[in-house]
């Protein structure tokens, strides 16, 4: 066959490329790279990928070339930086003062940065490295950008990756051209603003989880403690008093028994923020005062403290299941059975018990499944596929559910040992009566804020009402919408 027919239907350029379903136009904006590490190669693929014509400068052409697409031009760094307008330097710190020599040619050009210091060198040097490099090159302009990409979701594509990418540069036109090439890469562009920002850039790939350094440093605090709790009931005080050894437990049974003390009190510990909050505007009758730095600070961490929450309850979930198949229990299960037939008794059956076990295990399934969803909705890929409205019923609504669930499964495990003295071991109350302190007062002032007195007001301070007359209007009563009235 001749004609267009017997041409591939991918050229061998697209494979080497990035898959590309779209061959690079012979017209591509040409961009420019300094440096052949692995960062550079990942940029290179994702730009040839992506329409550009990519020219790449090396120390060592020959040596680096097979490590490029072919669509790429490998060549020495003189040659690539001559008819690009944009630059990208892809090299450490260390190494920009080699770039000196080409300083005419660089003139008038933009420079990408794209490095990123260690911890070390960050805390040492008191200017960013793209503040370093426009010193070094005070005739060309300077951007930095894609510092916060890895090289695996430049490979990858921006579905498998963060798609923001921070841009600062102290020239607009050199941000706006910067960004057309992000968007046009498949990511999105967030201005910075000027280049001073681009040290709170850099900083930005050396967090190690910031949002939940203060959420797991709470719910280590609450594990230990209702760990030395349970310790001291359980295994301590057999051991002082009757000389038993119940050291066994340590492994899983007093763990077991810590985890959901510390999921359930997590729990109550994200919904009893909003509840402060909503105090507040309620004794403020505004909702234009800033809320104060702890419970602002709260407030954002909620997210964190609610998968931390279940987290522990599906530990507590495994370590359950695991009990059966323990050594402690089978030894547990025989003595029961020995006893049984010492005392001469046919069967064991406590009608009060079975139902509370049944019940017990029934609210705490439906709880864990509750917070399964929850957690899932939080997921950012879930999250965005759907609108406020349903987002705010799973995480208000059913959360608010999931505690009342967690506190009828904690209810039901105690009973009534919470009024019986054989529990007070060293005059220390059950830990359930511990966990149970917030989560009551979180329902109780939610069961208050449903009041009428209580919702109508706070609704109208919501939509804008003032306490001192800045706005004031009349909520819609009987399905007919009243006359809005406003004094500013």
């Avoid at 790449?56 to 072919?70: I, M, Q, Y």
């Avoid at 003189?78 to 690009?84: G, I, L, Q, R, T």
């Avoid at 000196?100 to 960050?122: F, M, R, W, Y």
């Avoid at 960004?179 to 001073?196: H, K, Y």
Wanted: aromatic share 10%; with cysteine; net charge positive.
């Amino acid at each position: 066959m001749s004609g267009e027919m017997d041409k591939p239907l991918i050229s061998r350029r697209l494979v080497d490329s990035d898959g590309s379903l779209a061959e690079t136009p012979s017209e591509a904006p040409k961009v420019g790279i300094l440096g052949s590490g692995d960062f550079a190669r990942s940029l290179v693929t994702r730009l040839v990928g992506s329409g550009f014509s990519v020219v790449v400068g090396s120390r060592n052409p020959k040596r680096t070339a097979g490590l490029f697409p072919s669509a790429a031009q490998v060549t020495f760094q003189a040659e690539a930086v001559d008819s690009p307008d944009v630059i990208f330097v892809a090299m450490f710190r260390e190494h920009y003062s080699s770039l000196c020599g080409l300083s005419d040619q660089l003139a008038g050009k933009i420079l990408v940065d794209v490095s990123n210091p260690t911890e070390q060198e960050h805390l040492r040097h008191r200017e960013s490295n793209a503040e370093y490099l426009a010193s070094l090159f005070p005739t060309c302009t300077v951007v930095k950008a894609f510092n916060v990409i890895s090289a695996w979701t430049l490979q990858s594509g921006p579905r498998d990756g963060n798609r923001q990418v921070p841009i600062c540069s102290d020239h607009p036109d050199a941000k706006r051209a910067v960004s057309e090439m992000v968007q046009a890469m498949g990511f999105m562009p967030v201005d910075m603003g000027s280049l001073v920002s681009a040290r709170e850039v850099e900083a930005m790939p050396l967090r190690l989880l910031p949002g939940w350094k203060v959420p797991a440093l709470l719910a280590l605090g609450l594990f230990i403690f209702f760990y030395v709790y349970n310790f001291v009931r359980d295994v301590l005080q057999p051991y002082v008093r009757d000389g038993k050894s119940k050291f066994y437990k340590l492994p899983v049974s007093v763990v077991n028994t810590t985890l959901p003390c510390v999921a359930y009190v997590l729990l109550s510990l994200v919904y009893l923020p909003g509840v402060l909050a909503a105090a507040l505007q309620l004794r403020r009758g505004t909702k234009y005062r800033r809320f104060p730095d702890w419970l602002d600070h709260w407030l954002q961490h909620r997210k964190q403290i609610g998968l931390l929450s279940f987290f522990c309850a599906a530990l507590h979930a495994l370590y359950s299941f695991c009990l059966p198949l323990s050594r402690v229990n089978r030894y547990e299960v025989v003595n029961l059975a020995i006893k049984q037939v010492l005392a001469n008794k046919s069967h064991l059956w406590i009608e009060e018990e079975v139902w509370r076990m049944e019940i017990y295990l029934s609210l705490g399934v439906l709880a864990l499944g509750t917070l399964s969803l929850l957690a899932v909705t939080s997921l950012p890929s879930i999250a965005n596929s759907l609108n406020w409205r349903e987002f705010s019923f799973v995480q208000s609504t059913l959360g608010f559910v999931a505690l009342v669930l967690s506190t009828l499964h904690t209810l039901t495990y105690g009973w009534t040992r919470a009024f019986e003295d054989s529990h007070y071991k060293f005059y220390l109350p059950p830990t359930f009566t511990l966990t149970l302190l917030v989560p009551c007062v979180v329902i109780l002032a939610k069961g208050l804020f449903l009041l009428p007195c209580f919702s109508r007001r706070l609704s109208k301070i919501r939509r804008g009402w003032e306490k001192d007359g800045g706005v004031k209007f009349t909520l819609p009563m009987d399905h007919a919408l009243a006359q809005k009235t406003s004094h500013v």
